[in-house]
DNA sequence: TCTAATACCTAAGCAAATTAGGTATGTAGT
DNA sequence: ACTACATACCTAATTTGCTTAGGTATTAGA
């Protein structure tokens, strides 16, 4: 099982559509179930996701719940209104880029 | 018809995908080709191109040949055989990356 | 007691775009 | 002749956004 690429400028996209469809996660959390849907091809690391976490946060596309479970602190994110609109461009933006990639890799739908 | 994002790290995918199918190709026909294979979605920048070239060539994946046509400079670029073993890998890199964002950003597939 | 899992975080470094220029020739319109 | 645009190459500064590699702290299990 090898361990995938991460396209950059495609993180953002993951995180917001996640939170848009699975409503509140928390960061920790956003990383194992990437793994857990791409059936552990793709892993988010730490260092890249915090810092996107608290981009989008600052953008004003998520917002913040602290909570404490079992003594350990879990910042719990949502997505905001705003962030939902940021999201459905983001798709659009996705799936634009994977139907060019798909022409422009696979010669016989050029 | 809006430009799209181009994922950073496809680039070198993009170019030698092309260069496989197409056999010899120069840089500004490069940036053509793939506005004409997407329908002006996605535009390849001078400015990202010609340094991808360059590294690429470095690597030893793409080999040049120089020819003048109609008093104006042209740089043929050629793969070669490392480069389509790497192209191989690249794709395959691709198409992960992109049936995992399917996965991710589509929750019926989940 | 040691390790792994949980849960947060930052900082240095690096890769790869964008943006914004530059040179030079050929062609078409006014 | 002047202008504008297409062709065809190029570079450099800047920005973005990852990877890598740390760090802290708590809980659970061998």
Redo the contacts with the bound molecule.
């Keep these: 099982m090898q361990k995938n690429?991460?396209y950059?400028?495609?993180?953002?996209t993951i995180v917001l559509s996640l939170l848009k469809e699975q409503g509140k996660m928390?960061?920790?959390?956003i990383t194992?179930e990437v793994e857990k849907i791409t059936n552990g091809q793709l892993k988010?690391?730490?260092?890249?996701l915090?810092?996107?976490?608290?981009?989008l946060e600052a953008k004003g596309l998520l917002s913040v719940e602290m909570a404490k479970?079992?003594?350990?602190?879990?910042?719990?994110y949502f997505i905001t209104e705003k962030g939902k609109k940021e999201t459905a461009n983001l798709l659009n933006e996705m799936k634009s880029f994977i139907s060019n990639m798909e022409v422009l890799i696979n010669p016989k739908l050029a």
Excluded: W
Aim: no cysteine; proline share 3%.
């Design positions: 690429k991460l950059k400028g495609s993180l953002s928390y960061g920790y959390q194992r988010v690391t730490e260092g890249a915090y810092p996107t976490l608290h981009k479970v079992n003594n350990r602190v879990r910042k719990y």
